[in-house]
């Protein structure tokens, strides 16, 4: 499977742009936990603000992935849903998944079918996001996947929460 995560373009208003280029660890987690024989790409759209739209498109063109992830805070869901909807109108059948704080703890505010998600990854994500592309490359059922909201339909359905992972000594 070819896979796209994204991470919104927004910064906080109190951190210059210029001040801090670290890669997005949570997406490099994502990505380092997805089974090898996929493909996955990650683009930080923080460190393209001025060419928001070009670089989604062409990454959509040049990637043809058939699963994109966002990474959204909460100040950034308005962007996410603007690129939701672009990226929509390059390819309305590819999937798309959003996780991180914001759709995390307010999944209500990602199910309305026309903002186009098709699954909400919560919370730890690692795992989650793992199960999620091995049940779309099994075509195992959803409802199996841990910490998952998936849409069928119009309609929104919540998975089993996933269980924290207990550190050990």
Same mark, same amino acid.
């Given at each position: 499977?070819?896979?796209?995560?994204?991470?919104?373009?927004?910064?906080?208003?109190?951190?210059?742009?210029?001040?801090?280029?670290?890669?997005?660890?949570?997406?490099?987690?994502?990505?380092?936990?997805?089974?090898?024989?996929?493909?996955?790409?990650?683009?930080?759209?923080?460190?393209?603000?001025?060419?928001?739209?070009?670089?989604?498109?062409?990454?959509?063109?040049?990637?043809?992935?058939? $699963? /994109?992830?966002? *990474?959204?805070? @909460? %100040?950034?869901? &308005?962007?996410? =849903?603007?690129?939701? #909807?672009?990226?929509?109108?390059?390819?309305?059948?590819?999937?798309?998944?959003?996780?991180?704080?914001?759709?995390?703890?307010?999944?209500?505010?990602?199910?309305?079918?026309?903002?186009?998600?098709?699954?909400?990854?919560?919370?730890?994500?690692?795992?989650?996001?793992?199960?999620?592309?091995?049940?779309?490359?099994?075509?195992?059922?959803?409802?199996?996947?841990?910490? $998952? /909201?998936?849409? *069928?339909?119009? @309609? %929104?359905?919540? &998975?089993?929460? =996933?269980?924290?992972? #207990?550190?050990?000594?």
């Amino acid at each position: 499977m070819r896979i796209l995560l994204l991470s919104m373009p927004d910064s906080f208003e109190h951190t210059p742009v210029l001040a801090i280029r670290m890669p997005n660890g949570a997406l490099a987690s994502l990505a380092g936990n997805v089974d090898s024989h996929h493909q996955v790409s990650i683009a930080d759209l923080v460190l393209v603000q001025s060419s928001v739209k070009q670089t989604v498109a062409r990454l959509m063109r040049d990637l043809q992935p058939e $699963l /994109v992830g966002l *990474s959204v805070m @909460t %100040f950034q869901r &308005a962007t996410a =849903r603007r690129i939701i #909807a672009f990226i929509r109108s390059i390819d309305p059948s590819v999937r798309i998944a959003v996780g991180g704080y914001d759709p995390s703890l307010a999944p209500e505010a990602w199910t309305h079918p026309g903002i186009g998600v098709d699954f909400i990854v919560r919370s730890e994500a690692d795992l989650t996001f793992r199960d999620l592309v091995r049940a779309l490359e099994a075509a195992a059922p959803l409802s199996t996947v841990a910490g $998952l /909201v998936y849409r *069928s339909g119009t @309609t %929104f359905h919540s &998975a089993p929460p =996933r269980p924290v992972t #207990a550190i050990e000594d």
